[in-house]
């Protein structure tokens, strides 16, 4: 069975401070999706990146930077120079290599920006 | 493009009473999967619909059940509910669920709350 565990469940930064979320992952596959989530208030999950399990290269989006790292089976999210509006709680979701698998979730991490 | 829609936004409902909820996916998507998000559980996978057919299903009671309508809107419906019922419903859309990298767009959700 897969897992994801989200030893964070909340973290308070001042803003412009960066700010990693860490996510680890259990599976016995070879082939899997890692995805990453944002939950604003308003209660809508929002889309944030999708990493296939044979590609290891870090990914970096404006503010945001991804960290995959099989050998520790961690998936880990940077924040950097965080914004009042990074306010949200933000999953990890993990999904195996086959047909109507679904995606199995992280308890989330609740990210706090103070201004 | 409109997103994944879902209606009501809000419900009260006492228990023993049954409820239906609604969900209208993104346009062309033929896929629609139903999660559960609660305070202690987290984020549960109900069921998935592609085809008007369901094709995988979480560790529910009979009494969560879903259809999937030849336009690919979904409804769910939870019978004789209990307290431990109320949550947040969350619907998502993809293409189609065949293909593993198909990306999952979430609605706004359903709060149910249970009397």
């Known amino acids: 069975a897969q897992k994801v565990t989200q030893a964070q469940t909340e973290i308070s930064v001042v803003e412009k401070e960066d700010v990693t979320l860490d996510c680890v992952y259990e599976?016995?596959?070879?082939?899997?999706?890692l995805f990453w989530y944002k939950q604003p208030p308003s209660g809508e999950l929002v889309f944030l990146i999708r990493r296939n399990s044979f590609d290891e290269q870090n990914e970096i989006s404006g503010r945001y930077s991804w960290n995959f790292q099989k050998s520790t089976s961690s998936f880990n999210f940077t924040i950097t120079a965080s914004q009042v509006v990074d306010s949200a709680v933000y999953f990890c979701a993990l999904r195996m290599n086959s047909g109507y698998s679904t995606l199995t979730f992280g308890k989330g991490t609740m990210l706090l920006v103070s201004p | 493009k409109a997103g994944v829609t879902q209606t009501p936004r809000y419900l009260i409902k006492t228990r023993g009473q049954q409820v239906t909820l609604s969900c209208s996916p993104i346009s062309g998507h033929r896929s629609v999967s139903w999660y559960q998000q609660t305070p202690g559980q987290g984020l549960q996978f109900l069921f998935e619909?592609?085809?008007?057919?369901?094709?995988n299903k979480g560790n529910f009671p009979g009494r969560f059940s879903g259809r999937q309508f030849s336009n690919s809107r979904s409804e769910m419906n939870v019978s004789t509910l209990e307290l431990g019922d109320s949550a947040l419903y969350l619907c998502a859309s993809r293409l189609t669920g065949l293909i593993v990298t198909d990306t999952q767009y979430f609605g706004p959700g359903t709060r149910l709350t249970v009397l």
């Open positions: 599976t016995r596959d070879t082939t899997y999706y």
């Open positions: 619909y592609f085809s008007e057919t369901q094709r």
